[in-house]
């Protein structure tokens, strides 16, 4: 991917002051979403970082990170597992707590997700606090039952 594409993908994020609440500059994806070809790049982006790898799940962070997930588990050819805000989630779950730049909240995934030894990768838009991304993590460990050894697949938007 060149530094053009890259810089084109930046530039698509839009910022929006002020929400959720004050003091949040929030980071709007769909200028992304909507033009295709931005979209195309970014799901490439993500494509060229799994590519040739061993990967048998895909796990996207609600809400966001289901679009860019779902869509690059389908080109892979591989499931798709959600991680979804607490009470969302109609089966058994393990549920995780985290921190946002703005609060707490949790998360929580069905407990038959995955199964022991699989190997996944976590795609969610954005790092912030990073606190999302832990707790995801912790997770997916917990349902895996298996330490991670997490490695970065894709940082191409860093703020």
């Not at 979403?33 to 799940?57: H, M, P, Q, Y």
């Amino acid at each position: 991917m060149t530094s053009d594409v890259i810089e084109k993908l930046r530039t698509g994020v839009r910022d929006v002051p002020d929400f959720p609440k004050k003091g949040i500059v929030f980071k709007d994806i769909t200028p992304i979403l909507s033009d295709r070809a931005l979209f195309r790049a970014s799901i490439g982006l993500f494509l060229e970082r799994c590519r040739g790898k061993k990967i048998d799940k895909i796990v996207g962070i609600d809400a966001r990170g289901f679009l860019f997930g779902s869509t690059v588990a389908y080109e892979l050819g591989v499931g798709f597992v959600p991680i979804r805000k607490r009470g969302k989630l109609p089966y058994k779950t393990e549920i995780a707590k985290y921190s946002l730049e703005y609060g707490e909240a949790e998360m929580e995934m069905h407990i038959d997700a995955m199964e022991a030894g699989e190997r996944v990768v976590l795609v969610d838009d954005l790092l912030a606090t990073g606190g999302t991304s832990a707790a995801a993590a912790a997770l997916i460990a917990k349902v895996g039952r298996k330490k991670l050894k997490p490695t970065p697949v894709a940082a191409f938007l860093k703020y």
